[in-house]
C-alpha cells in the first residue's frame, strides 16, 4: 500500500520483477513473486506499536520477517530501523523482540546501531525520557559480502 509500509529493495539480477517499476500493493504480496535468495539488502523503518494508523493496514511482523529470510541472499543483509512504545512507564521492548525472532528465522544479528533524530518525546507516555533514537538492527543471511569495516586506532598510552 503505498504510503503506508515500503520495504526498499536493491535489485541487482531482475528475474520476475519489471525493472523501475512501482509496486502498490502489500509487500508480502511483491516478495512472493520474488525467487529464493533475491535481494541483497533491504533497509525499512516497519510500523510498530500502533503508533500510527495506516488506513486500516494490518502489519504481519512474522511473515515479513520470514519472506525476508527467504528472498535475501546469501550474505545479504536486512537493516531493521525500530523503536518501541511507551504504555504505562514501560517501554513494550518490541524491538528487541523482533530482533530476537529475525535470528529464530536463520538472521545472524550483524550488527546493533542506533538512529540519532530530533527528540520527538516518550512514544505513548509524557512521562519518561524523551526517545532521541532509534535501534537500527543489521541481520545478515551468513556472512555479510560487503563491510565497510572502520579502522580501529590503538590508543596510546
Not at 525499512?44 to 493496514?57: A, F, K
Amino acid at each position: 500500500m503505498l504510503g503506508a509500509y515500503h520495504i526498499f529493495l536493491i535489485i541487482k539480477i531482475q528475474k520476475t520483477m519489471e525493472i523501475n517499476k512501482i509496486y502498490n500493493e502489500s509487500n508480502l504480496e511483491t516478495m512472493a513473486r520474488m525467487p529464493d535468495n533475491f535481494v541483497d539488502l533491504t533497509v525499512t523503518s516497519p510500523p510498530y506499536d500502533n503508533l500510527r494508523t495506516y488506513n486500516g493496514y494490518c502489519f504481519d511482523f512474522e511473515n515479513v520477517a520470514k519472506e525476508l529470510f527467504r528472498v535475501t541472499k546469501k550474505g545479504g543483509v536486512v537493516v531493521w530501523v525500530v523503536s518501541d512504545a511507551t504504555i504505562n512507564g514501560s517501554e513494550t521492548g518490541t524491538s528487541f523482540k523482533q530482533a530476537l525472532f529475525f535470528m529464530q528465522c536463520g538472521f545472524n544479528l550483524h550488527d546493533t546501531m542506533i538512529y540519532e533524530q530530533a527528540g520527538t518525546g516518550a512514544k505513548g507516555s509524557n512521562y519518561a525520557y524523551w526517545q532521541s533514537f532509534e535501534y537500527m538492527f543489521v541481520f545478515s543471511k551468513g556472512t555479510p559480502k560487503t563491510v565497510n569495516r572502520i579502522a580501529d586506532i590503538l590508543n596510546s598510552a
